[in-house]
């Protein structure tokens, strides 16, 4: 069985280059943006395994392909996994992720969010740039599924929720009402003073 690091030491020069096409954010001169850059790189430079890539990387290689358009899908997937962290630490609300502050945790839940739809249209981006309809559909259908998942997840977390509130209310009305059963008397009401 190959260790992980030989795994690893195979793709490592293109892995360089996957993180230096992530951190390559389009408009970053743009003044307006310069927040979102940096909390960007702040999210990339956080750490993290770079499973996918590498296996992006690894499987790009199976089959003639232009290299550099591997390192743009490879920096996709990755940029993709990222943008579900930001908008999975919102919904859980989690305020650290791997020990580090995540961007909620110091934006508020729309700034937060926004900054994650950024990140995936920017990943979309870097898929684009393997200039292929095919990998541009399974891409988009990838994300619909994750954002359906998610939905899903949040969805039945709120019946879940909705579940306990009515037993709750349920259990209330029903001690509240039980001292009045325990006063009755051959089919009569007692009143409770």
């Known amino acids: 069985m190959i260790a992980t690091t030989a795994i690893f030491d195979l793709v490592k020069d293109d892995l360089r280059r996957v993180e230096t096409r992530l951190h390559d954010v389009p408009l970053r001169a743009d003044p307006?943006?310069?927040?979102v850059t940096e909390a960007i790189g702040h999210l990339l430079d956080?750490?993290?395994k770079r499973i996918r890539p590498a296996l992006t990387l690894l499987t790009g290689r199976l089959y003639p392909c232009d290299p550099d358009k591997i390192v743009s899908m490879a920096a996709a997937v990755e940029m993709l996994h990222t943008a579900t962290l930001v908008?999975?630490?919102?919904?859980?609300?989690?305020?650290?992720?791997?020990?580090?502050?995540?961007?909620?945790?110091?934006?508020?839940?729309?700034?937060?969010?926004?900054?994650?739809?950024?990140?995936?249209?920017?990943?979309?981006?870097?898929?684009?740039?393997?200039?292929?309809?095919?990998?541009?559909?399974?891409?988009?259908?990838?994300?619909?599924?994750?954002v359906?998942?998610?939905?899903?997840?949040?969805?039945a977390s709120r019946r879940a929720c909705l579940r306990i509130v009515e037993e709750l209310k349920t259990s209330r009305r029903f001690r509240?009402?039980?001292?009045?059963?325990?006063?009755?008397?051959?089919?009569k009401h007692v009143a409770l003073h």
């Open 87 to 146: 908008h999975d630490d919102v919904v859980d609300g989690s305020l650290l992720r791997r020990g580090s502050p995540t961007l909620n945790a110091h934006w508020s839940p729309g700034a937060t969010i926004l900054t994650g739809d950024y990140m995936f249209a920017r990943a979309a981006d870097l898929a684009a740039q393997t200039g292929n309809v095919r990998v541009m559909q399974v891409f988009a259908r990838t994300l619909m599924a994750i």
């Open 176 to 187: 509240l009402g039980a001292p009045s059963f325990s006063h009755q008397r051959k089919g």
């Open 148 to 155: 359906s998942g998610e939905l899903r997840q949040f969805q």
């Open 32 to 35: 307006d943006l310069e927040l």
């Open 46 to 48: 956080a750490g993290g």
